[in-house]
C-alpha cells in the first residue's frame, strides 16, 4: 500500500532551465496538494488540485509556475526558467476528499537546487 | 492575513523532561489543528489531530486547543532524544482545503 509517491527526490537545475516535479497521490486519492518549504522556513501552500481541475492556486506564484493533474497519471508541478530562489524542498500531500479535516500524508519530497 | 506563529526556537530540554510546544493562530473560523513532525531533511509527519476545546491524548504526546484564545499546544512527555525535530502547527483554512502552517519550533532533547 505505496504512499504519496514523489520523483525526483532530488532535482538540480541551471538558472534558466525547466523544473519537473511528479506526485503520485495515495491509492483511491483524487485530491492532491502542494506545498513549498523554503530553506529554515515553514511550508506554504501553493496549489491543490483534483482530476483534471485547478481548485485553488491562491499560493502559487503569477509567473513561471504551473501546476496539472491529468485525468491519468501523476500530478505535475512545472517550473519554468527557475532562478536561484526557487532552491526549496517541494511536498505533495493527497487526501480521499476535498476537506483537510482529517490531515493528510505527505510525500516524501523533491529538493530542487538551482545553480 | 491568516497567520499561524509559533516560537522558533531551539527549545533545548533534558531527556526525561516535558517539552512545551505553542501555537497560536489568527483565523477564527480554522476548526481543525495539526501537529507534524519533521526531522532534518525528511518529509513532515502527521503526530497529532485536535478539533475540539480541551486535551487529547495519544501516548507520550498530548495537545490542548483553547478556541477561545486562539491556542493550540504540544505537550510531550518523557522527552527523548528521538524527538529531537522541529514541530510544526497546522490549521485549516480555505474551508477545511488547506493548511496554513507555523514556521516550526525546533526542539532539541539533551541525553
Known amino acids: 500500500n505505496a504512499g504519496v509517491m514523489q520523483n525526483p527526490r532530488h532535482l538540480v537545475r541551471r538558472r534558466g532551465q525547466e523544473a519537473r516535479l511528479r506526485c503520485s497521490p495515495m491509492k483511491g486519492h483524487s485530491h492532491v496538494y502542494w506545498y513549498r518549504q523554503l530553506p529554515e522556513e515553514g511550508l506554504k501552500f501553493m496549489v491543490y488540485?483534483?482530476?483534471?481541475?485547478?481548485?485553488?492556486e491562491s499560493g502559487m506564484p503569477k509567473e513561471r509556475f504551473s501546476a496539472e493533474f491529468p485525468k491519468e497519471g501523476p500530478s505535475i508541478l512545472r517550473i519554468q526558467q527557475v532562478v536561484r530562489g526557487d532552491s526549496a524542498a517541494y511536498f505533495c500531500?493527497?487526501?480521499?476528499?476535498?476537506?483537510?479535516?482529517?490531515?493528510?500524508?505527505f510525500g516524501s519530497g523533491t529538493r530542487l537546487t538551482v545553480v | 492575513q491568516k497567520e499561524v506563529e509559533q516560537n522558533s526556537g531551539p527549545l533545548s530540554v533534558p531527556e526525561g523532561a516535558i517539552a512545551s510546544l505553542n501555537c497560536t493562530y489568527s483565523?477564527?473560523?480554522?476548526?481543525?489543528f495539526f501537529w507534524y513532525r519533521q526531522y532534518s531533511g525528511k518529509s513532515p509527519e502527521l503526530i497529532m489531530s485536535i478539533y475540539s476545546n480541551g486535551d487529547k491524548e495519544d501516548g507520550r504526546f498530548t495537545a490542548q486547543l483553547n478556541k477561545a484564545s486562539q491556542y493550540v499546544s504540544l505537550l510531550i512527555r518523557d522527552s527523548q532524544p528521538s524527538d529531537s525535530a522541529t514541530y510544526l502547527c497546522?490549521?485549516?483554512?480555505?474551508?477545511?482545503?488547506?493548511?496554513?502552517f507555523g514556521p516550526g519550533t525546533r526542539l532539541s532533547v539533551l541525553p
Open positions: 483565523d477564527r473560523v480554522s476548526q481543525s
Open positions: 488540485l483534483q482530476k483534471e481541475n485547478i481548485i485553488d
Open positions: 500531500a493527497s487526501s480521499p476528499t476535498q476537506e483537510a479535516d482529517y490531515g493528510y500524508t
Open positions: 497546522a490549521v485549516t483554512s480555505n474551508y477545511g482545503q488547506n493548511f496554513v
